[in-house]
């Protein structure tokens, strides 16, 4: 019952904010570095960091919780300013810093990691949002590859016999579908926008930070393997090129694949959320350790990506 009605809220919540968005202006303009043709709305996202709210006042038992979405909403809240205007790199970084705090105060990151390790998190952490960000450039790809991410998240707890799921991963997967009904189209209704990709990318790092330290097992952490190998080797491929890596570009897999070889954006999301779930399946019913376990899966996805990418560069040049 409960679900249902924050199923309810956060389709009002969708339909309300289009309004806004079309009453403000708030939409996505096509550029030259952009995989879509047509003026959308943006900000979509802003589903995600609601449903964490929603699943803060909803299930209100946990003061962790309160926190988390403490963090959650402060970095929703200037990548939403960001989406609409430019936002100094301080303001962002302070901001960015406070929320991983409280994202490492709710996981009881803090006393379970020894201390060389802490700084070594915050590094990780806001790296792997940015990355989570840059990775949302077509239709489908962030929705599709979260709730992957999210419904893994949920089997995982099913297989540990937790009497009562994680509200936060279920009102976030429910947020997915919400946003991907909108999302999920060849005309997109809306993007997520930063707010989107950054909020619903810092609630997956809170999720799984939580699961490796619940369980003292970093092999988790692959359940972002996908994103990991296609953004890791596109930077040290922009490093090769002599390119600014803090530039917007088109040279992601995802991108070749969308943009220079026209496969349809929704085929390309789903191919990459695939792929994922298959690596998922993986490192949850395997009881290999994080290095064989990342040589299984690490290694195909880098091979794909350095042979594969080539060719279809120079396909699309020929």
Known sequence: MIYGIIAVILFAVMLIYFRIADRYNIIDKPNQRSSHTQITIRGGGIIFPVGA????????????????????????????????SSLPNKVRIVVHLLAVTAMLYATSAFTALPGWAIPVAYVLIIGTINAYNFMDGINGITGVYSLVILCSCLYFYQTRDVPRLPPLIVVSAMACLVFLFFNFRKKAKCFAGDVGSVSIGFIIISVILAIIIETGDIKYVLFLAVYGVDAVLT????????????EAHRLHFYQIMANDQKIPHLIVSSIYGLVQLLINYIVILTHYDFLITGLIVCVPLALTYVVLKPRLMSRAAA
């Open 235 to 246: 930077i040290i491929h922009r490093l090769l090129l002599k390119q600014n890596i803090f």
């Open 53 to 84: 709210i929603l699943s803060a006042v909803f299930f209100p038992a946990d003061i962790n919780m309160w926190i988390l979405s403490l963090g959650i909403t402060a970095i929703s809240f200037v990548s939403f300013w960001d989406d609409i």
